[in-house]
């Protein structure tokens, strides 16, 4: 057998590799986007309808209140994980007992399936608290079944955000306290003069991270609401699955689908340029 | 060592304390997950005390039926074959692929146009893909357990080939040269040389392909639908409206569904945990 050069090699891995992702991801992309111009139903023959779809899109008001829920749960979701993940990991990394027990433990929610989790939260909203509350199910109403779905999200997304706190805390030398607190800097102030600029890197990798995940939020819906109640926690993703694969608009919801994805690729650069220049500053 | 005996010498117990009573908030909803799956439904009420308390018998009548109701086994099946041969398959074409493009990107436009093609697919929401994905998985034939590895290699393949990428920047060249002395290809230098190397990095794509993959509901649900076969998460989706308002039952099944991964999890603990923070930090 002949003997193959090192760039033969490197070439024969890399186009089989470039194939396989060309084939399942940017040709689905590809068409995607040519679905998107057409009012395809799934199914039957279809027409090419030009930009009517995404017309439509910016007066459908499923498709904007879908949108509004989305961000909203996106916002207060990734707001409420990184700061409740930022103070846990302060006390994790403190002078405690028990820590890698206590580290183990916080970290299981990290590990479990959104869809079971989904499930077994429905039913403490079902069922647990109104038994302690004595009032109705948070799921049953349009004004606070998002909030239990950013719960549940957050419960879940805590682990992993802590433990990157953590590592982030675990980069700071001892001795920057030992600084500070002759200076005068201690508690509060030690903490946003000192350890927050210093794991700066670590934020923004978790605003990037959550964001990105929430945005994206399936599971937990599918479980708990689908949607309901009256379409109030109907996300962007679910929107289109359940429109799209089943509801005849498969055309429409792939133009609704081309629209996310440049939202998502948009608030990605935007947020890795901001955190950038916030570290450059420092 | 001396940090730890400043450490014990002054535990801050109040905060120790917080942190228990904090893990409440992770126990309490595998508790109740527990102790309904054992419950029998005459034992269920409303107020609070009898949602809560222990059940009189550990009976495990409820997870033989929920076995046999979601076809457990074949379940587990399809779970632990799409996340092994994923992980394997992952291991060894996305470290491959990152040594071919990470070798060649400085030198070679080519490589660096690939790596950057690869990596942007991050950016990708799997909504704008799936509607397209289950027509083309469809045509090849492929809209079985197979179709769905096929998906995961290229889902996962932007963070797996940036973090092999990433990791190859620490090897040196020279332990390669070596090797080439000694009259061995580039193919037998990889093998040899650098993907025992490689092993730390190994464990973390292997943690993050896996509890993506084990958890994943989306690309099966849409996938292999139509099959009859289900993974695990799935097979809880499926099987919902067979539970009925048997919670007893439903619960039994999301305990059988959560058991693997948390046996697994008490096992790997450390792997999993460094897996997750390394994916995420480098």
Known sequence: MKKLSRNQTFLLITIPVLALFFCFNTLPLIKGLMYSFTNFKGF????????RNYADLFSDARVGKSYLFTFKFAVVATILTNVIALLLALGLNGKIRAKSALRGVYFVPRILGGLVVGYIFGYIFTYILPAVTGGSSMLSNTKTAWFAIVIVAAW???AQTTLIYISGLQTVPEDVYEAGAIDGATGWKSFKNLTFPLIIPFFSINLVLSMKDFLMVFDQIMAMTKGGPAQSTESISYLIYNNGMG??????????AVIFFIVIVAISVFQLNFTGKKEEQL | MKQKNRVAATTNWPLTILLIVGCLTVIFPLYMTIIIAFKKPSEMTNDIAGLLSLPKTWSLENFAEA?????????????????IVTVVLAILIHSLAGYAIGRSMAKSRFYKVSYLYIVSGMFVPFAILMMPLVKQTAQMGVDNWFGVILCYLVFYMPMNVMLYT???????IALEEAAFVDGATTWQTYWKVIFPIMSPMHATVAVLTALGTWNDVMTPLVIMSGTGANTLPLAQLTFQTQFGTNY????????????????????CQKQIINGVVNGAVK
Do not use: C, E
């Not at chain 1, 039957?44 to 930009?51: A, K, L």
């Not at chain 1, 509801?247 to 609704?256: D, E, K, L, T």
């Not at chain 2, 076995?67 to 996340?83: A, K």
């Open chain 1, 44 to 51: 039957g023959s279809y027409d090419w309808v030009g930009f």
């Open chain 1, 156 to 158: 879940q997304s805590i």
């Open chain 1, 247 to 256: 509801g005849g608009q498969f055309g429409f919801q792939s133009a609704n």
């Open chain 2, 67 to 83: 076995m046999r109701v979601t076809d457990f086994w074949h379940s587990l099946g399809y779970s632990v074959m799409i996340t």
């Open chain 2, 166 to 172: 990433g990791y190859l920047k620490n090897i040196p």
């Open chain 2, 248 to 267: 007893n039952l439903a619960f039994a099944s999301y305990l059988l569904a959560l058991l693997p991964i948390l046996v697994f999890y008490l096992i």
